[in-house]
């Protein structure tokens, strides 16, 4: 008998692109997923020949290892992503995986799995594009589907905080945990139902609001004409609204780039970075330097010592934004 499996990154991106999928194809299917910064999901998968897995919204690189150990054992997998996958690997050939990976950036998986379906459930992929913060290319598309401008920005906001509410550290940190939201989220075709029917919406919306409060008082720890750098306490409602506040940051200085830092309780800092919305390149290939990750536009670093913190500044200062992601080949 086969077993169905689904995983998918906990933010607004990943959960909206399942979404759309078992909207598409109902299924009973084995859940799998969690906060923002829990990628290493796939590891979490037991699952034997025969059997189907669907993955939303994971770095295929952070992945390839327990990716490939379910293809060797003859699980079919179908993987839908938009991070940086590194150079092609043999896995992405294999006959039991149906790949699709873009890390433009201008895409996320939300729409990568919308142009896979031809648009059947295309306002489910604006709440995930919104929630990556794709504002112009969401804008666009909900124009061009003959959106009016108060249903854009409901469908903005609720991508903002079903994001907002996959930062933290731990379940205790989120007003709802991910796992248990996305059974809400697919009891509608479309979400403007479920802002106007859950009070949970308004609940994440008023948490959000009052987290971007606290944020607002602070100064930047360091700029100049090209970048900010802003320096967050480690507390509750800072790890849940520093995706929230550098998106925000972001489109408020869109041609400037911008990092959060975190002081983590066990030490370190966490690290938040996003490239020019009027360049968004450069900011995987940055975080990469530092052991992190992301894609082009946006990405991040779990663990930065904070003897790393000069040279990251100095990086990050230095930085050529817009610049392509993808890692040299051997030779360049």
């Not at 290493?40 to 669907?54: K, M, Y």
């Not at 939303?56 to 997998?77: E, H, I, T």
């Not at 490239?275 to 900011?283: F, I, K, T, Y």
Request: glycine share 8%.
């Amino acid at each position: 008998m086969t077993t169905y499996i689904d995983v998918c990154n906990g933010d607004a991106d990943g959960l909206c692109a399942l979404v759309q999928w078992r909207l598409h194809e109902p299924r009973a299917a084995h859940l799998i997923t969690g906060l923002k910064r829990e990628i290493e999901l796939v590891q979490r998968v037991q699952a034997s020949r025969g059997d189907q897995l669907l993955v939303c919204d994971l770095s295929l690189k952070r992945n390839r290892a327990s990716l490939k150990r379910l293809l060797d054992a003859g699980v079919k997998v179908r993987y839908f992503d938009h991070h940086d996958a590194d150079e092609l690997t043999p896995a992405l050939t294999h006959p039991l995986l149906d790949a699709h990976i873009d890390s433009a950036a201008d895409t996320c998986t939300s729409l990568l799995v919308d142009h896979y379906l031809g648009g059947l459930f295309s306002a489910w992929a604006l709440v995930g594009a919104y929630g990556d913060n794709l504002t112009a290319v969401a804008d666009a598309r909900a124009a061009h589907l003959g959106m009016d401008p108060k249903s854009r920005q409901c469908l903005q906001t609720l991508g903002e905080v079903i994001n907002y509410n996959a930062y933290g550290d731990s379940a205790q940190d989120v007003l709802i945990a991910p796992a248990q939201l996305f059974p809400i989220l697919m009891r509608y075709r479309h979400p403007l139902a479920f802002w106007e029917r859950e009070s949970i919406a308004k609940e994440l919306d008023a948490l959000r609001q009052s987290d971007l409060r606290q944020a607002g008082t602070l100064i930047a720890r360091w700029q100049d004409a090209h970048t900010r750098v802003y320096m967050l306490p480690d507390a509750p409602w800072s790890r849940r609204v520093i995706g929230t506040l550098v998106n925000q940051l972001a489109n408020e200085q869109p041609t400037q780039a911008h990092a959060v830092l975190r002081a983590k309780g066990t030490g370190g800092l966490l690290v938040s970075v996003r490239a020019p919305l009027a360049a968004p390149g450069g900011a995987a290939a940055l975080c990469r330097r530092f052991g992190g990750g992301g894609r082009a536009g946006a990405a991040g670093i779990d663990h930065l010592p904070e003897q790393e913190l000069p040279r990251f500044m100095e990086a990050l200062s230095l930085a050529q934004w817009g610049a392509s992601d993808a890692p040299a080949r051997p030779g360049e």
